[in-house]
């Protein structure tokens, strides 16, 4: 049992604690828009950067992450009667590293949470199209059977679309993934660390004009706090966590909701 002592602005009477390691929106914090750029998971050591595409949770990544294949299948001529297994994107080998060995390497426990359904690529040369380099290829979803072979669609940097056999490993990845956004607890700008004077204390209502890194709740840990005193601007509370996280924050809020 711990216990900590904190100044307030106003007499708090609702205390919720955040546990975890931090990277998305509970409390009605406002959604992220049309536009922003996250900073959600990590790849090759840094973080993925996101651009969100609509206003409920949807984003795609900026940029090709890595190079491979749509699908591993080394023996891309039909045979018939023709396998239809690849006009499902689910059943792709893309898909499936995807969904497998990327989603749970890229993102934390409390992150793929955060995700709903699965992570896919874009459906269209403009869902596909950033500004990379003009040298740079992208998967987008679908593959369809053309002379005999399978065969999918990728856009160029200037978004044109070409198609290639679906075991040609030389196109980029754009991953594209729907957040859940009753689970992010509140943004914060990506650069830096976590606000720490009181007027800037993890409001879920902080605007800012710069990247954006999320931060998520944690079902992974169990935390319970009580209240165990509140004198004039001061609140004194305990609480127990069952698991281990490296950080903790703690969220307040007033009689009037704020």
């Known amino acids: ?28 914090a406002p959604a992220p828009a049309i536009g922003n750029i996250i900073c959600f998971g990590e790849h090759y050591g840094g973080p993925i950067i996101w651009l969100v595409t609509d206003n409920n949770g949807g984003m795609r990544s900026r940029g090709g992450l890595y190079q491979r294949s749509y ?3 080394p023996s891309v001529a039909i045979q018939p009667p023709p396998d239809t297994r690849l006009l499902d994107f689910s ?29 896919g690529i874009p459906t269209s040369n403009q869902g596909a199209l950033v500004s990379y380099g003009a040298n740079v290829y992208y998967w987008i979803e679908g593959a369809f059977i053309d002379g005999g072979n399978w065969q999918a669609n990728y856009v160029d940097g200037v978004g044109d679309l070409h198609e290639d056999l ?27 660390g976590k606000p720490t004077s009181p007027g800037q204390a ?57």
């Open 1 to 28: 049992m711990v216990k900590i002592k904190l100044r307030i602005a106003s007499v708090l009477v609702v205390l919720f604690l955040v546990v975890g390691l931090g990277p998305v929106q509970a409390l009605a």
């Open 71 to 73: 699908d591993d299948d």
């Open 91 to 119: 059943n792709s080998s893309l898909s499936i590293d995807l969904n497998g060995t990327f989603r749970t390497t890229a993102f934390s426990p409390a992150e793929q949470l955060a995700i709903t359904g699965n992570i």
């Open 166 to 192: 679906v075991n040609n490993g030389s196109y980029f990845v754009v991953p594209t993934l729907q957040l859940d956004l009753s689970r992010v607890l509140f943004t914060t700008d990506a650069t830096g």
């Open 202 to 258: 993890l409001s879920p209502m902080q605007t800012t004009t710069n990247a954006l890194k999320l931060t998520v709740l944690d079902n992974t840990l169990s935390c319970s706090a009580e209240v165990t005193n509140v004198s004039g601007k001061d609140i004194t509370f305990s609480y127990e966590i069952a698991g281990t996280c490296n950080r903790l924050a703690a969220i307040v809020q007033g009689e009037n909701g704020d």
